[in-house]
């Protein structure tokens, strides 16, 4: 998966969890379920499966999970570190003009405009 897609399926995640906490701040009951949830499918995307041979030692299975898994949690906490640097950028700057809703989908449309220029 590209690091930009990763990106578009982390502000799903970050929107999903805004509209979240928004309904349960209202004492309303979340409706999501966990493995439907976009973080849930985020998860299950993004990470490989591991095949780890039978004859393998310790250290040879956690050698390998280890290279099997960091590229991939370096990718989903870039993705989050950027979407938070953006967010906070906006706050810092003390603009008031745009909500965070927005602002992702603003994101969201001018990653998936790169990745259509990129074809």
């Known amino acids: 998966m590209e690091q930009s897609e990763i990106i578009l399926r982390a502000i799903g995640v970050l929107t999903e969890t805004q509209e979240m906490v928004r309904r349960l701040s209202k004492d309303a009951e979340p409706d999501i379920e966990t493995e ?3 973080l849930g499918r985020l998860v299950t ?4 499966s591991i095949e780890i041979p039978a004859e393998s030692s310790v250290e040879e ?3 390998a999970t280890i290279a ?7 990718s989903l906490v ?3 570190a950027f979407l938070f640097s953006e967010l906070a950028e906006v706050h810092d ?3 008031t003009d745009i909500k965070t809703a927005d602002l992702l989908q603003h994101l969201a449309l001018r990653l998936s405009r790169s ?3 990129d074809r």
């Open 36 to 38: 439907d949830a976009q």
């Open 61 to 63: 299975a956690a050698e």
């Open 115 to 117: 990745d259509d220029d």
């Open 78 to 80: 870039g993705a989050f």
């Open 68 to 74: 099997a898994l960091m590229p991939v949690t370096i």
């Open 93 to 95: 700057s003390g603009r």
């Open 45 to 48: 995307e993004v990470f490989p």
